[in-house]
């Protein structure tokens, strides 16, 4: 079980002829991951890791009926890239790709509304499911199976975090990171109701980080949850106004700043941890 | 990237949003001679930060003597630490009334999000505290673009007499926002004069992300933030001793956090990105330890695509330049072989990021 992806997944990688959509296409497939095709404009017919590779989306879907797709398409062509899974009925597009403009993206997510694709990302890691599949970068040797959903913003934060929980013992249900950018496809409500319902999963931990309000808007949902979450909230010592590293993480006057998610999380009686190692503590208190 | 009021007010003009008239200068002799033609004059500051009005940053000027001393003045002054190099001499236009415009990005609802408010002149944020019931708020779907209904409720709720004339102006900066890749676009204030209205001051940030597609050149000003991007890393220059080189943004936050809860205080934020090499980081390495309040710097990686072999080869590289002590945490990719080629040297080698944090606050603290 878990959530989003499992073994029989079929799982497309678009851009699999570039230099980091080759390498993660074997990676991937290295982990257990069932690929089925790969797609790069122009390069139909040829193979990658014995990887079938087809010009269009719309051609592999039909050979391969995939179910998911992993997109590492350079950032000005990625939102084209998203629109053609879209229109391809592919369920699950997972977007690698950091750099896309944030206009592609909300023309993206309108678009996203009256379709049935899910998107996650841009700018993520991607979904891991241990034992079952991978779609997206993790590295594969952090993993373990186990009852812990994980649910962030970050990239190699989201890394350090499955590997301490791994390191002791604390295996994960499922992994997802759903990007560092201001507008992205999946919100950390949407990842928490898969959580919700997944029988596999005991407790969720929630990795936050400065900008925006995810955060808080995803605390009416945790209230309502039968299974414990633990946040981690990072960028504490993020000066206002200045962007730190990720698009998204940026925060302001207006608002977004980790002291506020940290107190808003206390206040609705949510357990906050205050570093990684903390986390581990807390959940082995739980369970 | 922010533009200056300048540049924001010259893309409003070439899109037909009415600014007044005026021009850039850099001395208070062509403040004199733009007065002598303009009659009463403002001359603004042109400065990256906000409060340049309680700076003194901002004059009227009724004639050309006195545009020449106000020019003077502002030019020798330093606002939020920014010197003043150029100033923008505009006609001054008496508002009867002030307002706000202003569009933005709504990230929770993942859209344009059009703001306006019959109280101007003051921050959005403050309007927000003091009358929120006064700002009107619409959605724009980004696929449809702005709708006349929109552009009319908003206008509306400004001034309904002269609706059709703020309608157009709304719908040109709709216009500007997406054509400019902008994440604000922002008129505050709006001012409805004598002869018409005008965007009396210009917010404008445009998308990093999109200058592959806009024209915009970022100023040239040789700080470390832009060593550090021109090599695709990111750096955030704080205030405190503590260097920090890590790979990836939230990983190098929750660094930073850390340090401050041993007790030390970080000199930099610095994401040397996923992908980090050898190459990467001896720039890294050389851009945190040239501030010269640096006392101790921290190494953090988590190697996925980056491989930690590789960073080790990076530091070493650099080794004998570096003064300040090297805490480094390695793991991950090849992080065996990584820490073997460290071991000769005289650095710690730390295998978590507490422990890490830990001892980079004590090697800062021990130097003082």
Same mark, same amino acid.
């Given at each position: 079980m878990g959530i989003l992806i499992d073994k029989t997944t079929r799982v497309l990688v678009q851009g699999i002829t570039g230099h980091e959509g080759s390498f993660q296409a074997k990676q991937m497939a290295e982990f257990g991951t069932n690929i089925v095709g790969g797609v790069t404009p122009g390069k139909g017919g040829s193979e990658v890791y014995g990887i079938a590779v087809f010009d269009s989306v719309s051609e592999a879907a039909g050979e391969t009926n995939p179910d998911a797709s992993v997109i590492f398409v350079p950032p000005r062509f990625a939102a084209d890239a998203i629109f053609e899974a879209i229109d391809s009925g592919i369920e699950l597009i997972v977007c690698i790709t950091e750099g896309i403009p944030v206009h592609d993206m909300m023309r993206v997510c309108s678009y996203l509304e009256s379709a049935s694709s899910r998107l996650i990302g841009p700018n993520c890691p991607g979904i891991t499911t241990p034992g079952e599949s991978k779609a997206?970068?993790?590295?594969? *040797?952090i993993h373990r199976q186990g009852n812990i959903g994980l649910v962030s913003r970050s990239g190699t934060l989201t890394y350090e975090i499955i590997d301490l929980l791994s390191r002791n013992g604390i295996g994960q249900s499922t992994s997802v990171g759903i990007g560092g950018?201001?507008? *992205?496809?999946?919100s950390f409500v949407d990842v928490l109701e898969f959580f919700e319902k997944?029988?596999?999963?005991h407790a969720v931990v929630l990795v936050g980080e400065i900008g925006g309000t995810a955060e808080e808007d995803s605390i009416g949902f945790i209230k309502q949850m039968s299974k414990p979450v633990i946040s981690y909230v990072v960028g504490i010592s993020a000066p206002p106004?200045?962007?730190?590293?990720?698009?998204?993480a940026i925060a302001s006057a207006g608002g977004g700043t980790a002291l506020e998610k940290i107190e808003a999380f206390e206040k609705a009686g949510i357990a906050v941890a205050k570093n990684p190692t903390e986390i581990v503590r807390i959940i082995k208190d739980i369970i | 990237m922010k533009l200056y009021e300048y540049d924001a007010k010259e893309i409003f003009k070439g899109n037909s949003i009415p600014v007044p008239e005026g021009s850039l200068i850099s001395n208070p002799g062509d403040a004199e001679n733009i007065a002598g033609k303009l009659g009463t004059v403002v001359i603004k500051a042109q400065v990256m930060t906000g409060g340049r009005g309680k700076a003194g940053g901002i004059a009227k000027a009724s004639n050309p003597k006195e545009a020449y001393k106000s020019a003077q003045r502002i030019l020798g002054m330093s606002i939020k630490g920014l010197p003043v190099n150029k100033l923008l001499v505009e006609e001054y236009k008496k508002p009867d009334k002030e307002m706000y415009l202003g569009i933005t990005i709504d990230r929770a609802a993942k859209c344009p999000l059009i703001m306006a408010s019959?109280?101007?002149?003051?921050?959005i944020e403050e309007i927000a505290k003091t009358s929120p019931r006064k700002i009107v708020k619409i959605h724009i779907n980004p696929l449809t673009g702005i709708h006349d209904y929109q552009a009319r409720m908003l206008a509306n709720s400004l001034n309904k007499n002269k609706s059709l004339m703020i309608a157009d102006i709304i719908k040109k900066l709709y216009r500007v926002f997406i054509d400019y890749d902008c994440t604000l676009a922002e008129i505050n204030p709006l001012a409805d004069a004598q002869d018409g209205f005008f965007a009396l001051d210009a917010r404008m940030v445009i998308d990093d992300n999109a200058f592959f597609r806009q024209d915009f050149r970022e100023e040239e000003t040789g700080s470390l933030e832009e060593t550090a991007k021109k090599n695709g890393m990111s750096y955030v220059g704080l205030d405190g001793d503590i260097g920090c080189i890590v790979n990836g943004a939230g990983l190098a936050m929750a660094t930073l956090d850390l340090i401050k809860q041993y007790g030390g205080e970080p000199a930099n934020f610095m994401d040397v990105r996923a992908g980090a090499n050898e190459e990467q980081m001896k720039i890294a390495l050389r851009i945190v330890s040239?501030? !010269?309040?640096? !006392?101790a710097i921290i190494i953090n990686v988590f190697g996925g695509l980056t491989k930690c072999d590789e960073v080790a080869r990076g530091i070493i590289d650099v080794i004998p330049e570096i003064k300040a002590p090297l805490v480094i945490r390695l793991a991950g990719t090849n992080e065996n072989e990584g820490r073997a080629l460290l071991e000769k040297y005289r650095v710690t080698l730390a295998s978590s990021s507490e422990e890490a944090a830990s001892a980079v606050v004590k090697l800062g603290n021990s130097d003082r």
């Open positions: 997206g970068i993790m590295p594969n *040797s950018d201001p507008v *992205s496809g999946t997944d029988p596999k999963t106004g200045k962007t730190m590293g990720h698009a998204g | 019959p109280e101007g002149g003051i921050d040239s501030n !010269k309040k640096v !006392k």
